[in-house]
């Protein structure tokens, strides 16, 4: 009981972004983004309840770095050196809404990013013959930079 008093109190005195208790809400990051997390309390060890949906990496003990990569809700649970829970609590990655159009042409559908130029973008559920093309020209301006 005494370790989950500790815990519980450690969640309240995080800095923000805070990594919350379940019942304050799920933490929320965009698809194909990252978020700064802070933290109180030391963390030697991060378990992602689904890596497919979403990616956390310890920065420095203090600092975790999570990255939304599929739309979802799963966990995040957060250790420190000892094992003993620092955190338990619910990720939600969602789709970016501010300057995002969606495309629908018949059962196709594809996705732009307008801020304030149109372009394209690769969204999860999108026509896989426009995500591979958009893709490939994200790879291309990718080499020609390196």
Not at 53 to 69: M, S
């Amino acid at each position: 009981m005494f370790r989950f008093a500790a815990a519980a109190l450690a969640l309240l005195s995080l800095s923000a972004p805070q990594v919350q208790a379940q019942d304050a809400g799920p933490i929320s990051v965009n698809v194909n983004m990252a978020r700064v997390l802070r933290i109180s309390a030391p963390a030697a060890t991060v378990i992602v309840g689904n890596p497919g949906i979403a990616d956390v990496t310890i920065q420095d003990p203090q600092t975790l770095i999570l990255t939304g990569k599929s739309y979802g809700q799963t966990n995040l649970i957060v250790l420190d050196g000892r094992g003993e829970p620092i955190a338990d609590t619910l990720l939600e990655v969602v789709q970016m809404q501010a300057g995002v159009t969606t495309i629908y042409q018949g059962q196709l559908r594809t996705t732009v990013t307008c801020a304030p130029v149109c372009q394209p973008t690769a969204t999860l559920g999108d026509d896989t013959s426009y995500t591979g093309q958009v893709l490939a020209s994200s790879n291309l301006i990718q080499s020609a930079a390196n």
